[in-house]
């Protein structure tokens, strides 16, 4: 493994992180007889974002890492909210970050019977009851931090009420809202999650594989625990946020003898400039401030994807990150690097002009086509080499050319010299203005014997250029994605609505691009370094051959970065 700068070190002398240690231990004492099985259990109420992908690095990798297995498991307790899309949505972006769920394809759904009975022999204890209150009544009673809770009038229901009472509930007996299934256990509890949470609910709300089979639903809290001890799971990994919750998982667990899954926590990824809530992710969907989840500017796995991300980049990254006990924030440059890092070593080269002018060297002939030789990548020699196309009339970019220029300009002006890229070394002759005084022609000509690998004409051009022929150039549409907040923290600072830091720039559209032939059959998921300008990919959404659309990944260099 290399850090930022490149600088490398031995992967075998990287220390352990903690749940590593855990992992070795628990190995080296024959814990669960040297079974390793974790598992991934995203609720599919919205599609999976860059923190998610550290989570299943983390879950699947460890598990690899160990001669382990994972389940991938839909935590689907919460019908109102979740759907066959998001599910769909999950599997793809799981399978396309590189991980296979090879220890099977799970849904909490899949338990709610066994998970009514483990209800069930909880209130056969006297360990659960029946509550009639409203949940403002309920929330009143629970007390404060250091302030001890009030028990509820129904606590101390019989075990037969209660019993009659759950069943009622399964039946459809009683109306959503009007009473809940909670765990007893203590009212004056220092975690406030342990004074005696609900642990089943009403909702008639059709479920997206069990239809209207049930109307009761087990809580998270209550499901979470017993799902990992029914699959075996010797090592249920999850962010920090679940740490109050490992006392009510562990207590689950102990109240019904069960094989004891044992929940470690690590530090959720944090980064500046975005947005991790899927509730709010949602809201900007719902709004139209993107477009839809797969937006490239999106963290989300699918917008990431879709805007040129590679699952080799984030894979880095997410090793890069590793695994802490506190939470952090990660600078989102370092995800940028990352894919510049994977990218410049294998993404194919090619030119394209975004803001095109015309370039005409006036000493080669009308209609004359000269196919010249360029590296597919000068990082990888194995890439081989294509042919582009050399006439009279070329595409420049209008950034390229100056009248008014100072020693620092190495591009083109008049009195000076450029290299075109694979091609010549022209020297400026005149230049054409429209009325407003705009250039729209820069006139050359090509310097003698000064093609690329046979120059001998002497001539030294400080810059160089990248260039289109206009006779065989393709015309496309090409986005220019930025950052989607303005604010480090969008949620933070003066206007905590994070809507109010919505970056306007975050999208500039540029039509009547030219770019080389060889990019008019450019396939979906292939990643271009355009040469000077940076890493495009065609758009999986947009782009059709009649219509091509690119998007841009990311900028040669850090341009946020000072």
Same mark, same amino acid.
């Given at each position: 493994? !290399?850090?930022?700068?490149?600088?490398?070190?031995?992967?075998?002398?990287?220390?352990?992180?903690?749940?590593?240690?855990?992992?070795?231990?628990?190995?080296?004492?024959?814990?669960?007889?040297?079974?390793?099985?974790?598992?991934?259990?995203?609720?599919?109420?919205?599609?999976?974002?860059?923190?998610? +992908?550290?989570?299943? @690095?983390?879950?699947?990798?460890?598990?690899?890492?160990?001669? $382990?297995?994972?389940?991938?498991?839909?935590?689907?307790?919460?019908?109102?909210?979740?759907?066959?899309?998001?599910?769909?949505?999950?599997?793809?972006?799981?399978?396309?970050?590189?991980?296979?769920?090879?220890?099977?394809?799970?849904?909490?759904?899949?338990?709610?019977?066994?998970?009514?009975?483990?209800?069930?022999?909880?209130?056969?204890?006297?360990?659960?009851?029946?509550?009639?209150? !409203?949940?403002?009544?309920?929330?009143?009673?629970?007390?404060?931090?250091?302030?001890?809770?009030?028990?509820?009038?129904?606590?101390?229901?019989?075990?037969?009420?209660?019993?009659?009472?759950?069943?009622?509930?399964?039946?459809?007996?009683?109306?959503?809202?009007?009473?809940?299934?909670?765990?007893?256990?203590?009212?004056?509890?220092?975690?406030?999650?342990?004074?005696?949470?609900?642990?089943?609910?009403?909702?008639?709300?059709?479920?997206?594989?069990?239809?209207?089979?049930?109307?009761?639903?087990?809580?998270?809290?209550?499901?979470?625990?017993?799902?990992?001890?029914?699959?075996?799971?010797?090592? !249920?990994? @999850?962010?920090?946020?679940?740490?109050?919750?490992?006392?009510?998982?562990?207590?689950?667990?102990?109240?019904?003898?069960?094989?004891?899954?044992?929940?470690?926590?690590?530090?959720?990824?944090?980064?500046?400039?975005?947005?991790?809530?899927?509730?709010?992710?949602?809201?900007? *969907?719902?709004?139209?401030?993107?477009? $839809?989840?797969?937006?490239?500017? =999106?963290?989300?796995?699918?917008?990431?994807?879709?805007?040129?991300?590679?699952?080799?980049?984030?894979?880095?990254?997410?090793?890069?990150?590793?695994?802490?006990?506190?939470?952090?924030?990660?600078? *989102?440059?370092?995800?940028?690097?990352?894919?510049?890092?994977?990218?410049?070593?294998?993404?194919?080269? +090619? =030119? +394209?002009?975004?803001?095109?002018?015309?370039?005409?060297?006036?000493?080669?002939?009308?209609?004359?086509?000269?196919?010249?030789?360029?590296?597919?990548?000068?990082?990888?020699?194995?890439? $081989?080499?294509?042919?582009?196309?050399?006439?009279?009339?070329?595409?420049?970019?209008?950034?390229?050319?100056?009248?008014?220029?100072?020693?620092?300009?190495?591009?083109?002006?008049?009195?000076?010299?450029?290299?075109?890229?694979?091609?010549?070394?022209?020297?400026?002759?005149?230049?054409?203005?429209?009325?407003?005084?705009?250039?729209?022609?820069?006139?050359?000509?090509?310097?003698?014997?000064?093609?690329?690998?046979?120059?001998? !004409?002497?001539?030294?051009?400080?810059?160089?250029?990248?260039? *289109?022929?206009?006779?065989?150039?393709?015309? +496309?549409?090409?986005?220019?994605?930025?950052?989607?907040?303005?604010?480090?923290?969008?949620?933070?600072?003066?206007?905590?609505?994070?809507?109010?830091?919505?970056?306007?720039?975050?999208?500039?559209?540029?039509?009547? @691009?030219?770019?080389?032939?060889?990019?008019?059959?450019?396939?979906?998921?292939?990643?271009?370094?355009?040469?000077?300008?940076?890493?495009?990919? *065609?758009?999986?959404?947009?782009?059709?051959?009649?219509?091509?659309?690119?998007?841009?990944?990311?900028?040669?260099?850090?341009?946020?970065?000072?």
């Amino acid at each position: 493994m !290399s850090n930022q700068d490149g600088a490398g070190d031995d992967v075998a002398k990287k220390p352990l992180n903690f749940i590593e240690q855990k992992i070795e231990a628990d190995l080296a004492s024959g814990k669960n007889n040297g079974r390793i099985l974790t598992r991934f259990p995203p609720e599919p109420n919205g599609y999976l974002h860059i923190g998610h +992908a550290k989570a299943i @690095c983390v879950s699947f990798g460890l598990a690899s890492k160990y001669g $382990g297995i994972t389940n991938l498991r839909f935590d689907d307790t919460n019908p109102e909210k979740e759907s066959v899309e998001y599910v769909d949505a999950i599997r793809r972006d799981v399978s396309w970050l590189g991980f296979e769920w090879k220890g099977g394809e799970y849904y909490t759904s899949d338990y709610f019977g066994q998970l009514y009975a483990f209800a069930q022999q909880l209130i056969a204890q006297g360990q659960a009851y029946i509550d009639d209150q !409203s949940p403002e009544e309920m929330a009143a009673q629970k007390g404060a931090p250091g302030v001890s809770g009030t028990a509820s009038p129904f606590r101390d229901r019989s075990i037969e009420e209660n019993q009659r009472l759950f069943e009622e509930m399964k039946e459809g007996k009683h109306a959503e809202g009007t009473c809940v299934l909670r765990a007893r256990i203590d009212m004056a509890h220092d975690n406030m999650l342990l004074r005696d949470p609900v642990i089943y609910r009403i909702k008639f709300i059709e479920h997206h594989r069990t239809g209207s089979e049930w109307v009761i639903y087990p809580m998270y809290d209550f499901a979470h625990g017993q799902s990992d001890s029914m699959e075996g799971i010797t090592h !249920s990994l @999850c962010s920090l946020e679940f740490e109050n919750h490992r006392p009510l998982y562990n207590w689950f667990i102990e109240a019904l003898g069960i094989f004891p899954s044992e929940q470690t926590e690590f530090a959720r990824l944090n980064l500046n400039y975005t947005i991790m809530s899927k509730r709010k992710l949602l809201r900007l *969907v719902e709004e139209n401030a993107v477009d $839809g989840w797969d937006d490239p500017r =999106m963290p989300t796995i699918s917008g990431l994807r879709r805007r040129g991300y590679t699952p080799e980049a984030i894979r880095e990254f997410a090793e890069r990150v590793g695994v802490a006990k506190r939470n952090n924030t990660i600078d *989102v440059g370092l995800l940028e690097w990352a894919l510049r890092d994977d990218l410049n070593r294998r993404a194919p080269r +090619a =030119m +394209a002009v975004l803001n095109p002018i015309k370039l005409i060297v006036l000493n080669v002939a009308e209609g004359e086509v000269e196919w010249l030789q360029t590296d597919n990548n000068p990082e990888d020699p194995e890439a $081989g080499s294509r042919e582009l196309p050399f006439g009279r009339e070329l595409w420049m970019e209008a950034e390229d050319f100056r009248v008014d220029v100072n020693k620092k300009w190495f591009r083109l002006a008049p009195g000076r010299t450029v290299r075109l890229k694979s091609a010549y070394i022209v020297e400026y002759v005149n230049h054409k203005e429209d009325e407003n005084g705009q250039v729209t022609e820069v006139h050359v000509n090509r310097v003698a014997n000064s093609k690329s690998g046979e120059d001998t !004409s002497g001539v030294k051009a400080k810059g160089t250029l990248h260039w *289109v022929a206009t006779s065989h150039a393709v015309e +496309a549409e090409v986005r220019l994605y930025d950052r989607l907040f303005l604010s480090e923290d969008p949620e933070g600072g003066e206007d905590a609505n994070f809507m109010n830091n919505l970056n306007p720039e975050s999208l500039q559209v540029l039509s009547g @691009c030219q770019l080389e032939p060889s990019l008019g059959e450019a396939p979906v998921g292939t990643v271009y370094q355009f040469t000077r300008l940076g890493y495009f990919t *065609v758009d999986s959404k947009y782009s059709k051959p009649e219509n091509l659309v690119f998007n841009r990944a990311v900028t040669l260099k850090d341009g946020w970065k000072g």
